[in-house]
């Protein structure tokens, strides 16, 4: 099968000269400058002898009858193989024959989107660097280089990066070649990275007069006022690149690409009401139109944004509805759409998992990196990061499941792909590594491997650090992640003073991180300033303890009130650690209150979703018979460990390994109530089927129960001396 591509367009012409024109260009697979050459390639285009490409990929087309300046449109004839892009077959001659060879890049037509979405990803990434690096040098020449100042333009970065991400994706797949004059001479000039002068080509007052003159081709304007709100976002204008979008809608209120465009801008800006105003918009033209990508697309895109937003019910349904349609879409073209639907899929997943539906995340996990792994067979280099990011995802969420073994080969795998990545992109993947050895330090931690999980979280700690260091916005968020694992590590370990330590330098970190952004935050503070609340009950300090507490909970219900499902459990778990807290402060009537709304929270959420949220309750009931049992309420008492037992063992028939240790628990617990009742029979059995609990687990892992046995032991002794009354 032959494909070859020609498009039509007007340039603006430049000088030109009286001698004869030429063009010398070089044929090659996928990749600029280094891809392979591409030999025995027909090439011609309207005023020249068709040539064919040499070993090396060269050509050169002679045109007696044009000069340098005039435009040509080249043609192609391969095998098997079409064009990356038609912007690579508009050329203008050039009067220096000394210029470099164009660069016309072939790509199967399977991969030809991947392929150019990564070419124009380039690009774009140059750009900004090149961009971040002129004002770094500005900042430093004028002595201005502050921290602020850093993590500003740090930021900046990484929105013309995510902005070059859309671009691409725009570029890739909306290829027509059907644009205006002005729109590929500025294509022409980004794509051989001379963003100024591309930009320079939508000079405002040549676009006001087209504007005017113009009013029957308002498409092929917000055509160009999109490139240059693209361009603009590259040079760290953002302002003034929301002002093109805005302009592009403007004058185009109907079309999808000009709508879209502004709302992805606004996302990745974390303007979140304006980009969600902007997909609305875009659905229903999309609704309106032949086009199910569009919607899918938008309805993805509002998954993502209202996760952000923690409206998860309603991300729920819009990732529900994409997937559905990239699922018909794929079966008739799986090239084109399945990478989309694996997308949706892994996405649909991470919510899943936070939304404690976690059959259906390892479902929707599952599909996601068979899709993966099969589009990283033929094409690794753009698919092996999203099979290395989904095996993350499943590792934790398998980690959560207690299926500690598939946690483990998950993240053994994408630490793996991480490594290999980060030796030719330290600066893309590197984080990544970090983010999986921190995993894989808690799965560590869990199995009780204390040292194998120092190793791993203080590796991940100094690469965070280090990246920290130049880019304090995006990692210094990591690095208290990891210093709050460290620190729940370390006071594992009965490094209490080291623990502190983490804790208080990861609180640090995030109270100057809440202070600008604290919708995205203060959860994360929550979490810390919970953890130390643990730590200053264990090591006694029971007034810095409640304080943290207090603090942390004042938080976590500041945001159930705007979304109860993600933070309510939150709730639920610091009321149930406060309650401890206060029954050792003797404040006994708190923790009673602690306990009781705990239960409550708990026992709301498990009607929804009863595998997620009864072995809460379970563990708040025990609690909870504690109080009453210290309390002199010995029946309210027995009443809650009978209910604790009851649910245990139910989860402990299905998963034997993560509560059999907890039935344990309970039956020390209620053995001792049935003891302090005088029934001592009852306690006995209770004391004698926890003792073979613990004994068959320390066989599985000596020493990790052997407190628990002699504990249990004593127990049953101390039976001995008691006579059980008539």
């Not at 340098?68 to 024959?97: K, N, T």
């Amino acid at each position: 099968m032959r494909f070859w591509y020609q498009v039509v367009t007007a340039f603006a012409l430049m000088a030109i000269s009286s001698r004869a024109g030429e063009f010398r260009g070089v044929l090659r697979l996928n990749e600029a400058y280094v891809g392979s050459p591409m030999a025995n390639v027909q090439v011609t285009a309207d005023g020249a002898q068709p040539v064919t490409s040499e070993q090396d990929g060269i050509f050169d087309l002679n045109f007696p009858n044009k000069h340098p300046g005039d435009q040509i449109v080249l043609r192609v004839v391969a095998e098997g193989y079409v064009v990356l892009h038609s912007i690579m077959l508009q050329q203008v001659l050039l009067a220096d024959s000394n210029a470099p060879r164009k660069e016309i890049l072939l790509a199967r037509p399977e991969e030809r989107e991947a392929m150019a979405r990564r070419f124009f990803q380039l690009i774009g990434d140059e750009a900004a660097e090149k961009n971040y690096r002129e004002k770094l040098k500005a900042l430093e020449a004028q002595h201005q280089a502050d921290a602020n100042s850093l993590s500003q333009l740090q930021n900046e970065l990484k929105q013309a990066k995510a902005s070059a991400a859309n671009a691409a994706k725009t570029f890739a797949r909306n290829d027509t070649g059907t644009n205006s004059a002005m729109y590929q001479e500025a294509m022409h000039l980004f794509v051989d990275g001379k963003l100024d002068q591309a930009l320079a080509v939508f000079d405002d007052n040549r676009l006001e007069e087209r504007s005017q003159a113009e009013q029957k081709e308002a498409q092929s304007l917000a055509s160009d006022y999109q490139l240059k709100g693209r361009l603009l976002a590259l040079k760290f204008s953002f302002a003034e690149a929301g002002k093109a979008y805005q302009k592009a809608v403007e004058l185009t209120p109907d079309d999808f690409s000009a709508n879209f465009s502004l709302a992805t801008f606004h996302h990745g800006l974390k303007h979140f009401q304006e980009a969600q105003v902007s997909y609305i918009r875009c659905l229903e033209l999309a609704r309106r139109s032949d086009h199910p990508e569009w919607a899918a697309m938008t309805l993805n895109g509002l998954g993502v944004l209202h996760g952000n937003m923690k409206w998860l019910s309603e991300a729920l349904t819009n990732y529900v509805e994409a997937l559905q349609i990239f699922r018909n879409l794929a079966q008739s073209n799986p090239e084109a759409y399945l990478p989309d639907l694996a997308a949706t899929l892994d996405n649909l997943g991470t919510l899943n998992d936070e939304m404690k539906r976690v059959d259906e995340a390892l479902t929707n996990y599952v599909e996601a990196l068979q899709i993966f792994r099969n589009l990283a067979q033929s094409d690794p280099e753009a698919y092996l990061p999203n099979v290395a990011g989904t095996l993350n995802n499943l590792g934790v969420l398998n980690w959560g499941m207690n299926r500690t073994a598939e946690s483990w080969t998950n993240y053994m795998e994408a630490l793996q792909i991480r490594r290999n990545l980060a030796v030719s992109n330290p600066e893309t993947y590197l984080p990544d590594v970090a983010t999986t050895l921190s995993n894989i330090g808690a799965l560590n931690d869990e199995m009780k491997q204390a040292d194998e999980a120092r190793a791993n979280y203080v590796e991940a700690l100094q690469i965070q650090r280090n990246l920290a260091l130049s880019n304090p916005e995006a990692y210094l968020p990591n690095v208290a992640t990891t210093l709050n694992n460290l620190g729940a590590l370390n006071s594992d370990m009965n490094r209490l003073s080291e623990a502190r330590s983490n804790y208080v330098e990861a609180l640090g970190i995030q109270r100057k991180l809440a202070q600008r952004s604290p919708d995205a935050y203060l959860q994360d503070m929550a979490r810390t300033l919970y953890n130390l609340g643990n730590l200053n009950r264990e090591m006694n300090q029971l007034n810095e303890a409640r304080s943290n507490y207090m603090e942390a909970l004042r938080i976590q219900r500041d945001f159930a009130q705007r979304s109860p499902d993600a933070y309510l459990p939150d709730v639920a778990t610091t009321l149930n650690n406060l309650g401890i807290l206060n029954r050792k402060m003797n404040r006994l009537d708190e923790a009673w209150t602690n306990f009781v709304e705990a239960l409550r929270i708990r026992h709301d959420l498990a009607q929804r979703n009863p595998d997620a949220y009864l072995p809460g309750v379970a563990t708040t009931l025990n609690n909870l018979g504690i109080l009453n049992s210290g309390m002199h309420r010995m029946d309210e008492a027995w009443t809650n460990y009978v209910e604790a037992l009851r649910i245990q063992r139910d989860f402990a028939q299905r998963s034997p390994d993560a509560y059999l240790p907890k039935v344990a628990s309970t039956l020390n617990n209620l053995g001792i109530l049935n003891r302090n009742m005088n029934r001592i029979e009852e306690a006995r059995t209770n004391f004698m089927e926890a003792l073979k609990i613990y004994e068959d687990f320390e066989n599985k892992s000596p020493g990790r129960f052997s407190p628990d046995i002699e504990r249990v032991k004593g127990l049953i002794s101390q039976l001995r001396d008691v006579k059980p009354e008539h």
